[in-house]
């Protein structure tokens, strides 16, 4: 019944990983809503939920404002239903050796990835309780085992995960779960950029970053998305605080 259509916010939607979680949580059966920094971003990934069949909203809003992200989870409850299924996706890169990093650099990370999370997490978790069920799924990153030139996107991954494994005890007990994914290398048009910056054509970089992945090929995005849709299934309500490794292999 439409009334009991579970819903799900995906962050940094409008591209890439966050658009395919959001697509396959729809193939999933679940209504989505996909936010990203503004609305208009969100209509490729909407019609593309749409023209399958689902039902799909595009928000727009700035994860680490509080105030727009409070305003998107109550649009998103008004609209489609209260959202009971998170997946804290939104991320930037600012790379650069550490002796290269601004302040700025920094501070723009640690808010999109940990002060986003956070918010979206306090806004949608209400709901969750409400419902005693609810799925939290945040992406870390194999770089929070360490990476060149990333001090500030490690940290930031690194500190998703001690967010989950927190979020994980004291959610619980309302029937609540939260998880990490943890993607290797992933072919996205962000890690498109990385070998424009480098000065390598992007083929020629899959091919070279393969060589190093023990299943011998790169991540796309619909390998997250199925560890998402897992990960926020009713299959999964014993699996919590957990960090899956989605990379090929396993390290990075």
């Known amino acids: 019944m439409p009334g009991e259509q579970r819903v799900a916010l995906v962050s940094g939607a409008a591209r890439g990983i966050g658009a395919a979680i959001a697509t396959r ?3 999933d059966g679940r209504a989505v ?5 503004t609305e ?9 939920i749409a023209e399958a069949g689902g039902r799909a909203i595009g928000v727009g809003a700035d994860v680490t404002d509080a105030a727009q992200v409070a305003a998107a989870v109550e649009r998103v409850a008004a609209e489609l239903g209260p959202p009971t299924v998170l997946v ?7 790379d650069n050796l550490l002796f290269r990093m601004s302040e700025d650099d920094w501070d723009a990370v640690m808010a999109v990835h940990l002060r986003g999370a956070f918010l979206l997490t306090r806004a949608v978790q209400t709901h969750q309780v409400a419902a005693k069920w609810g799925r939290i799924v945040s992406l870390s990153s194999t770089s929070a085992l360490g990476n060149r030139g990333q001090a500030n996107y490690s940290a930031a991954k690194a500190g998703l995960q001690g967010f989950t494994k927190t979020l994980a ?3 619980g007990p309302f029937g609540i779960t939260a998880n990490a994914i943890a993607p290797g290398f992933i072919a996205t048009e962000m890690t498109r950029a990385v070998a424009e910056r480098v000065g390598v054509p992007f083929e020629d970089y899959l091919v070279e970053v393969a060589k190093e992945i023990p299943v011998r ?11 998402a849709s897992f990960l926020t299934s009713d299959e999964a309500s014993f699996v919590s605080g957990q960090v899956l490794y989605v990379a090929g292999g396993p390290k990075a």
């Open 33 to 37: 809503a996909v936010l990203d920094l």
């Open 88 to 94: 804290n996706n939104a991320g930037i890169l600012r």
């Open 169 to 171: 005890i004291e959610l």
């Open 217 to 227: 090929r790169t991540g796309v995005p619909e390998d997250i998305a199925a560890a």
């Open 40 to 48: 208009e971003s969100t209509r490729d990934t909407v019609a593309r």
């Open 25 to 27: 949580l729809a193939a």
